[in-house]
């Protein structure tokens, strides 16, 4: 992901949205989080959300820029975008491209030809 996001940052805007826990602690946990210490509560604040936010993208390498959605998980709710998913969105706003659920359905050859078909 990050290199696709350094490849065509000049021509397009990046965001890395993050959302609601997919596996919290007190919902649905996964074995691989608890063996890698990943082991967040749903988030009860928007400073929960943050902080977790900042773990991941610092675990991950996340290079692109960061937003927090808010606490109501309006975004999630509207593009179901947890646990992962890949938009690109055109100028006037209108998405071009809506990837398949991560992690296990994300396909970045797919990304990056819709991220090319949307900037030329």
């Known amino acids: 992901m990050n290199e696709i996001y350094n490849q065509y940052k000049e021509d397009m ?10 596996h919290p602690t007190d ?3 996964v074995d691989a989080n608890v063996e890698e210490g990943i ?11 943050d902080e977790a936010a900042g ?8 290079q692109l820029p960061t937003l927090i959605e808010g606490i109501d998980n309006g975004i999630d709710d509207a593009y179901g975008a947890a646990p992962v998913r890949q938009y690109v969105l055109g100028k006037d706003g209108v ?14 050859d797919d990304w990056s030809e819709a991220i090319k078909s949307t900037i030329s």
């Open 55 to 62: 773990s991941c993208t610092v675990g991950l390498q996340i």
């Open 27 to 29: 919902g649905w946990q």
């Open 39 to 49: 082991l967040f509560r749903q988030h009860q604040s928007i400073e929960e959300r």
């Open 13 to 22: 805007e990046f965001f890395f949205v993050y959302v609601r826990e997919a």
């Open 95 to 108: 998405v071009t491209y809506h990837g398949g659920a991560g992690p296990h359905f994300l396909d970045l």
